[in-house]
T-cell receptor
Framework: GESVGLHLPTLSVQEGDNSIINCAYS??????FIWYKQESGKGPQFIID?????DKRQGQRVTVLLNKTVKHLSLQIAATQPGDSAVYFC????????????FGKGTRLSVIA | DGGITQSPKYLFRKEGQNVTLSCEQN?????MYWYRQDPGQGLRLIYY???????QKGDIAEGYSVSREKKESFPLTVTSAQKNPTAFYLC????????????FGPGTRLLVL
């Protein structure tokens, strides 16, 4: 079964505010994590990734935090814009690089203008 | 342009009919994947292939078949044995043997007539 889950299925934020999307994982052997953004009717797009030897990684307006102690992953989006409205998935790679990623169910982010 | 292409964008299936979804990539990736996504749901793994002429079942392989005769191509056949085929089908690929990002195609929506 799935080992990756999300705390919140939907999230509504005001335009310009920061968004935080959370993800819990259960496999302590997972060594690589990815966040994807999926707009309606499209394939998931890579946003940012992080390896297990890091606890924070920043991209353009996005930051991923990894807390291995509690097996928690979060995606922070700064100054959320209407174009950020989408479903966000976390995914984990459990050990071997040949193992398929395991995906969480997703969080829908709605940005209120 | 480099990337993953899926065709057709929409596909209609009649009762008892087999249909084949195309997935092509020119990224020189070794590993390719097929996922099924139902409305409001996450991604479920159907089949994956790590190298040419080899593939493994995912979590929901029943009613589906694949082939991997060429590195760049990984077609998925939805057989008549799949009783509930209506879904959004996503193909992905990545460099094999390492924990790296999977990149997704734009998807094919399959509908039953």
């Amino acid at each position: 079964g799935e080992s990756v889950g999300l705390h919140l299925p939907t999230l509504s934020v005001q335009e310009g505010d920061n968004s935080i999307i959370n993800c819990a994982y259960s496999n302590s052997a997972s060594d690589y994590f990815i966040w994807y953004k999926q707009e309606s009717g499209k394939g998931p797009q890579f946003i940012i990734d992080i390896r297990s030897n890091m606890d924070k990684r920043q991209g353009q307006r996005v930051t991923v935090l990894l807390n291995k102690t509690v097996k928690h992953l979060s995606l922070q989006i700064a100054a959320t814009q209407p174009g950020d409205s989408a479903v966000y998935f976390c995914a984990e790679n459990m050990g071997s690089g040949n193992t398929p990623l395991v995906f969480g169910k997703g969080t829908r982010l709605s940005v209120i203008a | 342009d480099g990337g993953i292409t899926q065709s057709p964008k929409y596909l209609f299936r009649k009762e008892g009919q087999n249909v084949t979804l195309s997935c092509e990539q020119n990224l020189n990736h070794d590993a390719m994947y097929w996922y099924r996504q139902d409305p409001g749901q996450g991604l479920r793994l159907i089949y994956y292939s790590q190298i040419v002429n080899d593939f493994q079942k995912g979590d929901i392989a029943e009613g589906y078949s694949v082939s991997r005769e060429k590195k760049e191509s990984f077609p998925l056949t939805v057989t008549s044995a799949q009783k509930n085929p209506t879904a959004f089908y996503l193909c992905a690929s990545k460099i094999g043997g390492t924990a790296e990002t999977q990149y997704f195609g734009p998807g094919t929506r399959l509908l039953v007539l």
